[in-house]
């Protein structure tokens, strides 16, 4: 039965991570060219939100059933995965923009500050420590769910999400408010507005990323992973697992060059 329900999950199709792609798309997109474009972005977020909620609902009080019809070619990846893989491609394209139009403004610059006169190496590293063992944790998780192990997936999974709380903490809490109070502050020119920009919307990314760990960790105390039915700890590890690595680019452009 646990074999049929997992098989069951992961070939139920979800077209939200295509929807939320393509609304922020539109709306970071409406920001630099036209505001009325950025609403219609956002709304277009609001609603693939909205049917990634539904959905989950859906899945989680369907009847388990055999279903007839046409059979997923690709066998080897869900739908849900694949969805997942594109949303990421999508944030790929939004990141990777704005990190080469920075590093062109960057290089571009006559008068630049010195990286390391400005921003705290002390406290960004800090931040890439504690990031990198949130993604060791998430691997944990993933680990134990596999192995039927769910005291380690939710020691995992807590850890993730108390590792997550402690890089906004860090980078909202103290690195922000020092910024601000040496005059260093998205208006105060391109060093500060390109700065504020990519390591607000990654802080942003890394918040959606606390709330899908959130949702995995109230469902495990319900009872809702298994050996053979974890899909959802895998699909959102792997976006975990993707805003590190952003971060791995950051961190370097912005502290260390």
């Not at 007839?68 to 893989?85: N, T």
């Amino acid at each position: 039965m646990s074999e049929q329900y997992e098989e069951t999950e992961e070939s139920k199709s979800t077209y939200a991570p295509f929807i939320i792609g393509a609304g922020l798309a539109l709306l970071l997109f409406g920001l630099i060219v036209f505001i009325p474009l950025a609403i219609a972005g956002g709304a277009i977020v609001a609603a693939g939100l909205f049917l990634l909620f539904r959905d989950t609902v859906e899945e989680k009080f369907a009847d388990l059933k055999e279903t007839v019809g046409e059979s997923w070619p690709a066998g080897f990846l869900s739908k849900r995965k694949l969805g997942v893989w594109v949303f990421i491609m999508s944030e790929i394209l939004i990141f990777g923009s704005l990190i080469v139009g920075y590093i062109f403004v960057r290089f571009s610059s006559s008068s630049w500050p010195v990286a390391t006169q400005v921003h705290n190496v002390t406290l960004g590293m800090t931040n890439t420590i504690i990031l990198l063992t949130s993604s060791l944790a998430m691997v944990f998780a993933l680990v134990s769910v596999r192995a039927g192990n769910m005291r380690g997936l939710k020691i995992g999974l807590i850890g993730t999400f108390a590792l997550g709380v402690a890089f906004l903490t860090v980078k909202l809490g103290f690195e922000w408010p020092a910024y601000y109070r040496n005059g260093f502050t998205i208006s105060s020119g391109l060093p500060g507005s390109t700065y504020f920009v990519l390591t607000g919307l990654h802080a942003a990314h890394v918040a959606g990323g606390l709330v899908a760990v959130g949702y995995l960790i109230a469902r495990t105390y319900q009872g809702g992973f298994t050996k053979d039915n974890h899909a959802a700890v895998e699909n959102i590890g792997l976006y975990w697992h993707f805003v590190d690595i952003v971060w791995m680019f950051l961190f370097p452009l912005f502290y260390l060059i």
